[in-house]
């Protein structure tokens, strides 16, 4: 993996870290998880989104660091092996979907997404592109995660606000 400027001029971390405090407020992230909330209902999947301004300093692959904080968030911790992490790293610019092994989805489909993603951040749609990439992710969900019984104790197994690493 090459380190670009930005990374080695301490760039990455320092509007990372910007992005986070300006765009990311509570507002924001409540936005997020009511659109997480509701789009729960309609499937088994779990979605967590996390936020990460900068790669810490024992990880510099993003994709790594992703599977790390699948883990580490225990999204791989339910009883339908249905979570799915949409984790981003601001100051690098990188995102990520990682889907647990009970969810039938074609990657293409989440790199689609990330693509997508992608744009809207670099166009400063913060707010509308997370929410079209949790809407996006929402969709693909709803066709491969098995539909659930709503009385079920076991829906909803993960927090639905997004999470600030």
């Not at 009511?34 to 088994?44: A, F, T």
């Not at 400063?124 to 539909?147: D, F, H």
């Not at 909803?156 to 690493?165: F, G, I, S, W, Y």
């Amino acid at each position: 993996m090459s380190v670009n400027w930005k990374e080695l001029s301490g760039w990455a971390s320092v509007h990372g870290q910007w992005l986070r405090r300006r765009h990311f407020n509570a507002e924001m992230l409540g936005h997020l998880a009511e659109q997480i909330r509701k789009g729960e209902q309609n499937h088994s999947g779990e979605l967590v989104v996390a936020i990460e301004a900068v790669l810490p300093a024992h990880e510099a692959d993003s994709a790594q660091r992703a599977l790390e904080v699948f883990g580490r968030l225990r999204v791989w911790d339910t009883p339908l092996n249905s979570g799915v992490l949409l984790y981003l790293a601001l100051g690098q610019r990188h995102i990520h979907i990682i889907a647990d092994r009970g969810i039938q989805a074609d990657p293409a489909q989440w790199a689609r997404i990330c693509r997508e993603l992608e744009k809207d951040l670099a166009a400063r749609e913060y707010l509308s592109g997370l929410l079209t990439a949790v809407e996006a992710i929402e969709a693909v969900l709803q066709q491969g995660a098995p539909a659930h019984d709503p009385n079920d104790a076991r829906v909803n197994a993960l927090p639905d606000e997004p999470v600030l690493l």
